[in-house]
């Protein structure tokens, strides 16, 4: 939502947006608090297993981390107001470059570990204890959960009404990032199987499992490019901060997002597409497998 400060910046383009850091004190104090748990939990932990854990996992957690800050509090998120490419590019970190990392970094040991012992003790014992709990864990990380789950948020999120409801409240826009977040670390948990979860599915079903998302992708991102009308009437009515047309801009970012995102999904089913083909001797060397190299990847 637009708040004085940002109306005031507009004329001021590129200078006064550019300069709009903002300081989500809530954000910044769970993204602290929960860096702060991962380190002394991955300090810890990497002690007694330091190949499940070497430093370049907590280099992920750091990197999913300071870009979540980026897509909420740097001038991306005063440009989203006025340019749906912006808005886009907001999108594509919260689910295609945090999660990821987030999830390269192995996060469930460390945390469990950095917990204070009374909370593990009087909270999340009796919880890990009952049956529905389990029960719970087993059905949201099933694959085909993880994978309705990711598509269904992005797809329903980016409908004009789902939308427009994100500027006509700051509430409804941070449940959409929550919701962008939280379904693509389950989608991608199911990728890169983080120590020491165990795959649900044999490593082959990943690449239709890959594919299949960005089918969905290419199919919001080639109707946003090519549908010929303005889609947010936000949009349409905002200040206009650049040369690009409203319509423009929508084209803009169906194709930023087209190429974008496909990336991240293509890229990492080409890679285990060589490895299943390589030779066994040569996939026998590959202890590290796909993490490592998606890490690559990414970072």
């Known amino acids: ?96 470059i945090a999660p990821p990392l987030i999830v390269l970094s192995a996060p469930t040991v460390p945390m469990l570990r950095g917990l204070p012992r009374v909370l593990i003790r009087r909270v999340l014992r009796p919880l890990f204890a009952a049956r529905w709990f389990h029960g719970l864990l087993r059905f949201t990380a099933h694959p085909v959960v993880a994978w309705l789950a990711m598509n269904l948020a992005y797809l329903g999120w980016h409908t004009p009404a789902a939308f427009e409801l994100t500027f006509q409240s700051e509430n409804w826009h941070d449940f959409e990032h929550l919701c962008f977040f939280g379904t693509s670390v389950m989608y991608w948990w199911r990728v890169l199987n983080p120590w020491p979860s165990r795959p649900r599915w044999p490593r082959w079903a990943v690449i239709p499992y890959l594919l299949s998302g960005d089918v969905v992708n290419t199919m919001l991102s080639a109707f946003l490019a090519f549908c010929g009308r303005v889609l947010y009437s936000s949009y349409a009515a ?15 970012a169906g194709s930023e997002m087209w190429v974008l995102n496909s990336i991240v999904f293509l890229v990492p089913a080409f890679i285990l597409t060589m490895r299943m083909l390589a030779p066994r001797s040569l996939n026998a060397k590959e202890e590290t497998g796909l993490h490592t190299r998606a890490k690559q990847v990414l970072l």
């Open 238 to 252: 905002a200040p206009r901060i650049c040369r690009l047309t409203p319509l423009q801009d929508q084209v803009a």
């Open 1 to 96: 939502m637009q708040s004085l400060q940002d109306r005031a910046a507009v004329s001021e383009f590129p200078g006064g947006i550019l300069r709009q850091w903002s300081f989500p004190v809530l954000p910044f104090a769970c993204l602290l608090i929960v860096t702060f748990i991962y380190f002394r939990g991955w300090v810890l932990a990497s002690r007694t297993r330091p190949q499940q854990l070497p430093s370049w996992r907590a280099f992920c957690f750091v990197g999913g981390i300071f870009s979540l800050w980026i897509a909420i509090a740097s001038p991306i998120d005063a440009l989203d107001d006025y340019l749906l490419t912006a808005h886009m590019v907001q999108h594509f970190i919260l689910m295609s």
